[in-house]
Structures are given as structure tokens and as C-alpha cells.
């Protein structure tokens, strides 16, 4: 039953991600981002963090989608503005880069060089990871982290600020 | 249960499609799409590694991605609209101003 779910979200995600970078428009790439981040969220309600899950949809989903429709409905493009995509050549290199990444990758995992063999299976599913012992170690292991990730949100705030202000 | 293999793999997937929009595609919108896919299949293979060596480190760690993620797209929108602003245009070919 497990598989059946993961196979359905992987094929889910892979084909909207596939529609993300072939859509001529930027806002049906943005729609498909969207639903690629969905079924990313309920992939990591089937890993047992539905806090992450709900992180996910809340901020990737909501604010940052929101963000880039924003700004694609602000520059207000016209379908002549997008101009013709790369040259044949060039795209026939990408696809066969990508293909030659995926299968090292593909090896890599396989050769089980992220010591996924050596901890062995999975013993026993572990209890939902709520926000409760997520902020356990936010606050204590990883406070240092956490008070940075704070004055870079701060610094993106200034920056976005002054750069997209016209006159300040 | 599914294993982790598999997420890995599900993961590689969808950065390697990501990769591939940074590389054919000219639209700065669409790459700055893609960008965020990378890093979505990037927490993906964290998560799950996390449950495979049974810590919650690895969705701290996301935590933080999800923090860094925000920042970016805030600061890289911002930037293409100032770019649109002097060169009516969201075509990569046309930002050259920096190069040598």
C-alpha cells in the first residue's frame, strides 16, 4: 500500500517537474511548481515529518509561489518577449549532461556510498516528528544556526527592498 | 516500507530535471524555477536519510534550507525586476553587462 502511494507521488512529482522547465509560459511553470511542491510535501508525510509537510505547503506552496506569481504578473510579459529558447545543439547537450549527472548519481546511491547498507534496515518506523521534538533541537543543538538563519532573513528583507525600491 | 534507495533516487530525478531547466532555458523565471526544485529534491533526500539513521537532524536541516530558500527567492525576485526595469526583458542572452 506504501509503495503504491510513493510510486503514484514520485510519478506525480517527476512529471510536473518535467512540465516546469517545458511550458512556454512562466505562469503554468509556476502552476506545475506548485503542484511538484504538493506532492513533495505529502512525500514527506509518508517519511513520517508531517511537520515538515505542513512547513512545506506554508512557506515553498504559499509564500514563495505567491512571491514568484507576484512578479510575473508584475512584469506583465507578453507571449513576443519570451523569445525563441536555446539552439538545438545546445539542448541536445543539456539533455545528455543531465542523462550522464542522473546515471552517476543513480550509481552513487546505489553503491550504497551514503552508507545506507551498513545501518541496515529500518528497525521500527519511528513516531511522527511534530514540531515538539523538532524545536527541542532547534533551541539547543542548533541555536547557533537558528540566530543566523534570523539576521539573513533580515538582511534579504533590507536588501529586496533596496533593490527593488525605484528611488529610495 | 519503502526504501530509502528508492527517495534517493526519486530525489536524483528531480535535481538532474533541474539541472537540465537551468541549462536549456533562457527564461530567468523559469530558471530561478528550477533552482527551487533543486533545492526541494535536496530536502527530499534529507528527510529521508534522516529517517533512515533514525535523528531528527537531517529535518532541522531542511528547516533551515526552507529559511535559506525564502531569503533567496526574495533577494534573486527582487533582482529581476531591477534587471526588467533597465533591459525590458526576462531573456538571460540580454544580461551581459558583466561579462568580459
Redesign the interface.
Same mark, same amino acid.
Given at each position: 500500500m506504501?509503495?503504491l502511494i510513493?510510486a503514484i507521488l $514520485?510519478l506525480v512529482?517527476?512529471s510536473c517537474?518535467?512540465l516546469?522547465?517545458s511550458?512556454r509560459s512562466?505562469v503554468s511553470?509556476?502552476l506545475f511548481?506548485i503542484a511538484?511542491?504538493v506532492s513533495?510535501a505529502m512525500? @514527506?508525510l509518508? *517519511?513520517?515529518?508531517p511537520?515538515?509537510a505542513a512547513?512545506?505547503i506554508i512557506?515553498?506552496a504559499g509564500?514563495?509561489m505567491v *512571491? @514568484?506569481i507576484f512578479?510575473?504578473m508584475?512584469?506583465n510579459?507578453r507571449k513576443d518577449?519570451?523569445?525563441p529558447?536555446?539552439k538545438k545543439a545546445?539542448?541536445f547537450f543539456?539533455?545528455l549532461?543531465?542523462?550522464l549527472?542522473?546515471i552517476g548519481?543513480?550509481t552513487i546511491?546505489?553503491l550504497g556510498a551514503?552508507g545506507?547498507e551498513s545501518?541496515g534496515e529500518?528497525?521500527q518506523?519511528?513516531a511522527p516528528?511534530g514540531p515538539e521534538?523538532?524545536a527541542q533541537?532547534?533551541f539547543t543543538?542548533?541555536l547557533f544556526? @537558528?540566530e543566523l538563519?534570523s539576521i *539573513?532573513?533580515l538582511?534579504?528583507?533590507v536588501?529586496?527592498?533596496v533593490?527593488?525600491k525605484?528611488r529610495l | 516500507?519503502?526504501?530509502?534507495? $528508492?527517495?534517493?533516487?526519486?530525489s536524483?530525478?528531480?535535481?538532474?530535471?533541474?539541472?537540465?531547466?537551468v541549462?536549456?532555458?533562457?527564461?530567468v523565471?523559469?530558471m530561478?524555477?528550477?533552482i527551487?526544485?533543486m533545492l526541494?529534491a535536496v530536502?527530499?533526500a534529507l528527510?529521508?536519510?534522516?529517517?533512515?539513521?533514525?535523528s531528527?537532524?537531517g529535518?532541522?536541516l531542511?528547516?533551515?534550507v526552507?529559511?535559506?530558500?525564502? $531569503?533567496?527567492?526574495?533577494?534573486g525576485? $527582487?533582482?529581476?525586476?531591477?534587471l526588467?526595469?533597465n533591459k525590458k526583458?526576462?531573456?538571460v542572452d540580454d544580461f551581459n553587462l558583466m561579462k568580459w
Amino acid at each position: 500500500m506504501e509503495i503504491l502511494i510513493f510510486a503514484i507521488l $514520485a510519478l506525480v512529482a517527476v512529471s510536473c517537474s518535467i512540465l516546469v522547465i517545458s511550458q512556454r509560459s512562466a505562469v503554468s511553470s509556476a502552476l506545475f511548481l506548485i503542484a511538484t511542491m504538493v506532492s513533495i510535501a505529502m512525500l @514527506f508525510l509518508l *517519511l513520517n515529518a508531517p511537520f515538515l509537510a505542513a512547513i512545506q505547503i506554508i512557506v515553498y506552496a504559499g509564500a514563495i509561489m505567491v *512571491l @514568484f506569481i507576484f512578479v510575473i504578473m508584475l512584469l506583465n510579459l507578453r507571449k513576443d518577449e519570451f523569445g525563441p529558447e536555446r539552439k538545438k545543439a545546445q539542448r541536445f547537450f543539456g539533455i545528455l549532461l543531465v542523462f550522464l549527472l542522473l546515471i552517476g548519481l543513480a550509481t552513487i546511491i546505489e553503491l550504497g556510498a551514503f552508507g545506507l547498507e551498513s545501518t541496515g534496515e529500518i528497525s521500527q518506523p519511528s513516531a511522527p516528528a511534530g514540531p515538539e521534538p523538532l524545536a527541542q533541537l532547534l533551541f539547543t543543538k542548533y541555536l547557533f544556526p @537558528f540566530e543566523l538563519a534570523s539576521i *539573513l532573513l533580515l538582511v534579504a528583507i533590507v536588501g529586496a527592498v533596496v533593490m527593488a525600491k525605484r528611488r529610495l | 516500507m519503502v526504501s530509502s534507495s $528508492a527517495y534517493m533516487i526519486l530525489s536524483a530525478t528531480i535535481f538532474a530535471i533541474g539541472v537540465l531547466g537551468v541549462l536549456v532555458r533562457r527564461n530567468v523565471l523559469v530558471m530561478f524555477m528550477s533552482i527551487e526544485l533543486m533545492l526541494n529534491a535536496v530536502n527530499l533526500a534529507l528527510v529521508a536519510l534522516s529517517r533512515q539513521l533514525g535523528s531528527l537532524d537531517g529535518q532541522v536541516l531542511v528547516f533551515l534550507v526552507i529559511t535559506v530558500a525564502a $531569503a533567496e527567492a526574495a533577494v534573486g525576485l $527582487a533582482i529581476i525586476i531591477c534587471l526588467f526595469r533597465n533591459k525590458k526583458s526576462v531573456n538571460v542572452d540580454d544580461f551581459n553587462l558583466m561579462k568580459w
